[in-house]
């Protein structure tokens, strides 16, 4: 079955690099058609799409965050790897991985537990 | 960017009731949204894509219409286990958009 899971600190200090890694289980990220994205969620708000990585490694950000974030996967280990820089407390937040596919129009169908990021010094 | 607009924020209704969302686009995105059931503590989950194809294993009396810029999320019971926040999400031209999210509490 498809499973996907975060992991990183919970604990980073303002300025700081955030760098989460997602590792997933039940596809390939080499299948045509399949990417994985990260979203958070900042405590009691709503979720906020950040950036896809496909299977050809074409990379997407979101247009707000974009000169913060980087998105690379590493298909050997099953890997997709999130890096923030320049971390603020109004980062403070879960971070979710999702997977989608080029049948699923553009949904999430299958998600990480998420993990909660703190910024605080 | 395309803004999603959900409404209510909130909705407090009966075990049995018809409820219903609505979720607007601020352009036409024909029909890529999906629909997420988010209970607290954890990951949100797929109900609704394509605006209205039901999820693999997601009861018969959730239901999604619509296209271009409204869509209708709707229980036709409601039941114990959906009271939860629910939100729409956009895709469009490689951009992926969530509204703010709706609050079903118990009434």
């Known amino acids: 079955q498809v499973t996907l899971r975060e992991s990183g600190p919970a604990l980073v200090k303002p300025t700081q690099t955030l760098t989460l890694t997602c590792t997933f289980s039940?596809?390939?990220?080499?299948?045509?058609?399949?990417?994985v994205s990260w979203i958070r969620q900042p405590p009691g708000k709503a979720l906020e799409w950040l950036a896809l990585i496909d299977w050809d490694d074409d990379k997407y950000y979101s247009t707000s965050l974009k000169t913060r974030l980087t998105i690379s996967k590493d298909t050997s280990k099953n890997q997709v790897v999130l890096t923030m820089t320049n971390m603020d407390p109004v980062d403070t937040a879960t971070y979710y991985c999702?997977?989608?596919?080029?049948?699923?129009?553009?949904?999430?169908?299958?998600w990480g537990q998420g993990t909660l990021v703190t910024v605080s010094s | 960017d395309i803004q999603m607009t959900q409404s209510p924020s909130t909705l407090s209704a009966s075990v049995g009731d018809r409820v219903t969302i609505t979720c607007r686009a601020s352009q036409s995105i024909s029909s890529w949204l999906a629909w997420y059931q988010q209970k607290p503590g954890k990951a949100p989950k797929l109900l609704i894509y394509?605006?209205?194809s039901l999820e693999s294993g997601v009861p018969s009396r959730f239901s999604g219409s619509g296209s271009g810029t409204e869509f209708t999320l709707t229980i036709s019971s409601l039941q114990p286990d959906d009271f939860a926040t629910y939100y729409c999400q956009q895709y469009n031209s490689y951009t992926w958009t969530f509204g703010q999210g709706t609050k079903v509490e118990i009434k």
């Open positions: 999702a997977r989608t596919h080029s049948g699923s129009y553009g949904s999430f169908d299958y």
């Open positions: 039940g596809f390939s990220l080499s299948t045509s058609g399949m990417c």
């Open positions: 394509k605006a209205s």
